[in-house]
């Protein structure tokens, strides 16, 4: 973009949860961070759009403290490695994640014009879109508090709508907005489409850091003076932003929409006549995904006979059905969930009854992602526990010890630094080593190829929280 104004300042929120995607969203590896139908994650997606539309310019990313390394690994695994990373010790809704953004962004340039978006939506790209992202431009740098509204093509009960003035006569130019309307019934929703002023709302926002935080100042006090205060409490540097927890919690917690689009007098419209999804249930993955002639979406190893309008997902093994029609399969390796495709929102339901179940499964995969690499809890059993732990080259694992279980290790590839109490030693392919309950121990891959271990862990209590850290290269003691 050639304007004499700031190019945007992308600001990506990385902070939802995607629990109607379960089992694939997950606690520790939310929708955004995961690939439904392509090999990029929705959030890569988000990225290498905005970078085409030249709106990624350092663009910092709002994501919850749990989630940094892998915000951050997936950005430098598609060539962003200049981020900026705001990270959020709890969630407190869109307005408070898109004030600390934008006073970060007041240090830097007081101009600063952001460009605010879902890390986990699907958006078309191409000249719509770089046309739409011109006019909002133009209109937050002369003041606008800009919205993004996304032309209807379904009376749809489970979006937002927002109401815009009439075209001045650029079908494609910037309307004020008179109303939004959270969640209409699906009747309601036919009407709009047939009133013709109504747009979905995308979540997609521009305006100037300063316009956006003189109307927080207006119309929500209270959180802009929390949130100051969680950045002036908080720690970091010019690339990691660690907002300070108790004066975080503190902070009211509001979407941008409630807590200012609905009460400004600056909101304006810009629409988008393009494919945009929210993909917010399983149903949205099927209407995305590329179909058979029997309308079957199918990835990994899918074998169907005689099933029509189906969505099968296939992660570990074979799946095979007869005689089904609009049934979901989702298979990972710990779970398997299955429902008619009209009963994607019930998903929540299931939610709900893991939580109060405590199932591990609503937080973990099997394989859980780390710092350093990520580990597989291939078996488990009554007082033991079999993984397979893959450490990247250069990367160590924290010093640290157990009370309730002793290890050991085995090493299946690469080479393994092993600190184990006062001894230090290497290990190689078909070595293994004792690490006995209570000994402080570590473990690093000094090669250049990736380490691969098996543990078998062997106690009382198995559990991840038996973990004493003495040391960490990535800040977790």
Not at 180 to 203: C, D, H, R
Not at 257 to 283: H, I, K, N
């Amino acid at each position: 973009m050639t304007h004499a104004s700031p190019p945007f300042r992308a600001v990506i929120l990385c902070g939802g949860s995607g629990s109607r995607l379960w089992p694939l969203s997950r606690e520790t590896l939310p929708k955004q961070f995961i690939s439904l139908n392509d090999t990029h994650s929705l959030l890569q997606n988000t990225l290498l759009r905005l970078s085409a539309a030249n709106a990624a310019r350092r663009p910092m990313l709002v994501c919850n403290d749990a989630h940094r390394f892998i915000a951050a690994e997936q950005a430098a695994e598609i060539g962003l490695q200049d981020l900026e990373l705001i990270l959020e010790p709890c969630p407190r809704n869109t307005a408070p994640a898109i004030a600390a953004a934008a006073l970060r962004a007041m240090r830097a340039d007081p101009a600063a014009v952001l460009l605010v978006a879902p890390s986990d939506h699907v958006l078309e790209d191409g000249p719509v879109l770089r046309q739409a992202l011109e006019t909002a431009h133009a209109q937050a740098c002369a003041g606008a508090l800009v919205t993004f509204g996304i032309v209807p093509t379904a009376p749809l009960s489970g979006y937002g709508y927002i109401q815009a003035a009439a075209s001045a006569g650029d079908p494609a130019g910037a309307r004020k907005v008179r109303r939004f309307v959270e969640k209409p019934s699906t009747e309601i929703a036919q009407g709009f489409l047939q009133e013709g002023s109504y747009y979905w709302n995308s979540g997609i926002f521009a305006f100037r850091a300063a316009a956006y935080l003189r109307e927080l100042e207006q119309h929500a006090p209270a959180m802009l003076a929390a949130v100051r205060q969680a950045l002036a409490s908080g720690s970091g540097d010019d690339a990691v932003c660690r907002l300070d927890p108790a004066d975080y919690a503190a902070c009211p917690a509001d979407s941008i929409d409630y807590a200012v689009m609905e009460r400004t007098d600056r909101a304006v419209m810009v629409p988008l006549e393009c494919a945009w999804s929210d993909v917010g249930a399983w149903d949205s993955v099927w209407s995305l995904a590329p179909k058979s002639a029997d309308g079957n979406a199918v990835m990994g190893d899918v074998v169907l006979e005689d099933s029509r309008n189906c969505l099968v997902h296939a992660e570990h093994r074979m799946v095979a059905s007869v005689g089904l029609d609009d049934i979901v399969i989702v298979e990972t390796a710990d779970a398997i969930l299955v429902l008619r495709r009209d009963r994607a929102q019930d998903v929540r339901l299931l939610v709900e009854r893991f939580k109060s179940q405590h199932r591990e499964q609503l937080a973990t995969h099997r394989q859980v992602l780390r710092p350093w690499g990520s580990y597989d809890s291939v078996h488990r059993g009554e007082r033991y526990q079999i993984k397979r732990i893959t450490v990247k080259p250069g990367a160590r694992l924290s010093t640290q010890m157990h009370h309730h279980r002793a290890e050991h290790w085995i090493v299946v590839s690469g080479t393994a630094r092993v600190t184990n109490g006062d001894r230090q030693y290497l290990l190689t392919e078909n070595q293994s080593t004792f690490i006995p309950l209570g000994e402080v121990h570590s473990l690093e891959n000094p090669g250049k190829i990736p380490l691969d271990i098996i543990e078998v862990q062997s106690g009382p209590y198995l559990g991840e929280d038996d973990i004493v850290r003495f040391q960490d290269v990535y800040g977790r003691v």
